[in-house]
């Protein structure tokens, strides 16, 4: 894919968003001249961030792997983004022909295009929620139609909870998805940190404030132990709570961050309800 960019529509007009940010890190085609200018900045200040989404995007796949190889069929996709490379569906679609996928998110563009990608899927949708209302995703009616809550389901949470700036919130959230949850159900959470990183701390407060003036959304890294409580409940499937790149590498895989591990910025891990 190229970062040429939709400029056909009147894009100058459509604020920035973290999905197309996200989309424009990854070379995706789905975002403005707004976002990029936005997202270049940020990359100046940061360059590892087209590494660290690349490398988000593998720990996904990895994690879908690992849970259709134990047997989890079923996926709730949780600020899923706009469609890019290595879909969820597709990658679970690939092990198990009809595993089932809703993709959630609060972009009404990362909707749309995912809609218009699963046209003629009958496993996978997509719907327009916001994360911190699990009630109403855990309600809609496509979500009920498609996902059996008898069965074990995963649940995706993968680069988004760090734009609820609340831990007790989530926390909350995560407990209503749990009760929703049969045993065998899954957790995943890929989640940024600041931990062992030396931040230049007037440049990082920039950073923070540039995201929630452009996009308004607030972006909060979080400490270990605070990524950690977000599994209450959920036992940590090895090799636990990690940074992005150690979670079940792949051989072929290649590291960036292998030496510092901790410039991945990302803490990531896999629960199961029992
Ligand atoms: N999960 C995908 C991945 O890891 O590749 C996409 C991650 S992208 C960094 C974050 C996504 O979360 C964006 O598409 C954004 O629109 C969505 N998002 C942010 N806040 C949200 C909220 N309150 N509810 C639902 N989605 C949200």
């Known amino acids: 894919m190229t970062g040429a960019g939709r400029d056909v529509h009147d894009a100058h007009r459509k604020p920035v968003t973290a999905a197309r940010l996200y989309d424009y890190y990854l ?70 022909p009809d595993a089932r996928v809703v993709y959630v998110d609060i972009d009404p563009d990362a909707v749309s295009e995912s809609l218009e990608l699963l046209e003629g899927n009958q496993f996978a949708t997509a719907i327009r929620a916001n994360v911190r209302e699990p009630r109403a995703v855990l309600d809609h009616p496509r979500v009920r139609n498609l996902l059996d809550f008898d069965k074990p389901i995963a649940v995706l949470m993968v680069a988004v909870l760090h734009f609820v700036e609340d831990s007790d919130e989530v926390c909350d959230i995560l407990a209503t998805f749990r009760s929703a949850l049969a ?53 940590m499937v090895e090799p636990g709570l990690v940074w992005l790149n150690t979670w079940r590498p792949e051989p072929d895989m290649v590291d960036e961050f292998r030496d510092k591990p901790e410039h991945s910025g990302f803490y990531v891990g896999v629960g199961r309800l029992s």
């Not at 940024?192 to 923070?208: F, G, M, P, S």
């Open 27 to 96: 070379g995706g085609i789905h975002n403005f001249p707004a976002d990029r200018e936005v997202g270049k900045a940020l990359l100046e200040r940061t360059p590892r961030l087209r590494t660290i989404a690349r490398d988000n995007r593998a720990f996904l796949a990895r994690a879908i792997r690992y849970l259709t190889s134990v047997g989890v069929h079923q996926f709730l996709d949780v600020g899923s983004g706009i469609p890019t490379e290595g879909n969820v569906h597709e990658i679970a679609q690939a092990a198990v």
């Open 183 to 235: 045993s065998g159900s899954h957790l995943v959470v890929a989640h940024a940190t600041i931990d062992e990183l030396v931040v230049d701390e007037r440049a990082w407060e920039k950073t923070q404030k540039d995201y929630r003036r452009q996009t308004s959304t607030a972006l909060v890294p979080r400490s270990r132990s605070d990524v950690a409580r977000f599994f209450d409940g959920f036992e």
